[in-house]
């Protein structure tokens, strides 16, 4: 069972920067893919940003975001990274450290598939 917890999330200005940072433990040498998802109040929970191994990593298409995310994975690869630049309002969530034996596995956003972290709050004030 992996197990996986976030650290990093709290409030910041708009055009500020974060850190998100996520420690996976429990068999994590079994996990292909790790990454972050995120919720906003009344929204569904969507794809930030993935990576497959130390260095492929998979972003969604939405331009609004392209190039502010980067995500990062530690050379033990039981450490992955979400770095925030440049935050907007619409940024707001509550983002979610996620891990999958595939990609598909990961890519799902139903909490029954693959394994989850508990979730970190980031607040962008505008």
């Known amino acids: 069972q992996v197990t996986l917890v976030e650290s990093g999330g709290g409030f910041v200005q708009a055009g500020g920067s974060l850190r998100l940072s996520c420690a996976a433990s429990?068999?994590?040498?079994?996990?292909?893919?790790m990454g972050w998802f995120r919720q906003a109040p009344g929204k569904a929970r969507e794809f930030v940003a993935a990576?497959?191994?130390?260095?492929?990593?998979?972003?969604p298409t939405d331009p609004s975001r392209k190039g502010r995310f980067i995500v990062s994975r530690a050379g033990a690869k039981n450490m992955v990274y979400l770095q925030m630049n440049d935050l907007k309002s619409e940024d707001t969530a509550v983002y979610y450290c996620?891990?999958?034996?595939?990609?598909?596995?990961?890519?799902?956003?139903?909490?029954?598939?693959?394994?989850w972290g508990q979730g970190t709050q980031v607040t962008v004030s505008s």
């Open positions: 996620k891990a999958g034996v595939t990609v598909t596995a990961f890519m799902s956003t139903s909490t029954e598939v693959g394994y």
């Open positions: 429990g068999g994590a040498d079994s996990v292909l893919v």
């Open positions: 990576i497959q191994g130390s260095d492929g990593t998979i972003y």
